[in-house]
């Protein structure tokens, strides 16, 4: 399976973003359908240290054992430690270029909102883009002002070939908005987290 298509349905997810046992929500989110998932452990009361890196050795081991790819979000520490298949990180983490130096083979992904980031990004060294905001998100305190679908066409229009992952916001009403807009996925937390059906909301993304 290609990278695209492994970031088709994306959940990002840690345990501030849980309001029950986060291995249950990601293995109802597995019988959904999700085909990646991102452990980003941030945010008042977020696990630290020992407990941090258990749960997310629990999730990887899941992950692992139904092939679904394992990133982790911004924490290099955590990539070796976890055996994690990448890594996605923010304009204000370490550089992807620097991320390739040291993990060579691992997927890198860059979240990216404008085109000046774009164009101070050094896209030669990443292997996908979160491209958002794309609509108003509550989970997320320090979020950008929301792009809409439109900055994913033009990100797809200039790299057609870098899978994008649409971020932000985004639920089943306004999913198929932004693969008609030329993403490869859709990456979401609450959609999934706080969902009374969890394996019928990843199925209608």
């Known amino acids: ?20 046992d986060p291995v249950e929500i990601l293995l109802e989110a597995i019988e959904g359908g ?19 890196l258990e749960l997310g050795l629990k999730l990887r081991r899941i992950c692992k054992e139904h092939e679904v790819l394992f990133i982790v979000n911004d924490d290099t520490d955590l990539v070796e430690s976890l055996d994690a298949d990448g890594v ?11 991320l390739r130096e040291v993990f060579p083979d691992r997927v890198i992904g860059l979240s ?23 609509f108003p998100t509550t989970t997320k305190a320090d979020a950008k002002k929301p792009v809409g679908t439109a900055w994913v066409k033009e990100l797809r229009d200039n790299f057609p070939s870098i899978p994008i992952v649409g971020i932000g916001g985004i639920n089943r009403e306004n999913a198929p908005s ?28």
């Open 1 to 20: 399976m290609n990278l695209a298509s492994r970031l088709r349905k994306y959940l990002i997810m840690g345990s501030t973003n849980c309001t029950r």
């Open 34 to 52: 999700i085909t990646a998932f991102q452990y980003r452990e941030k945010g008042e009361g977020a696990l630290q240290g020992k407990e941090k």
């Open 88 to 98: 996605h990180v923010g304009q204000d983490d370490i550089s992807p270029s620097d």
């Open 112 to 134: 990216v909102s404008n085109w000046r980031e774009v164009e101070k990004s050094p896209t030669e060294h990443i292997d996908y883009f979160g491209a958002g905001p794309l």
């Open 178 to 205: 932004i693969v008609s807009a030329g993403a490869d996925g859709v990456a979401v937390i609450s959609a999934i987290t706080r969902a009374e059906n969890i394996p019928q909301s990843v199925k209608q993304l």
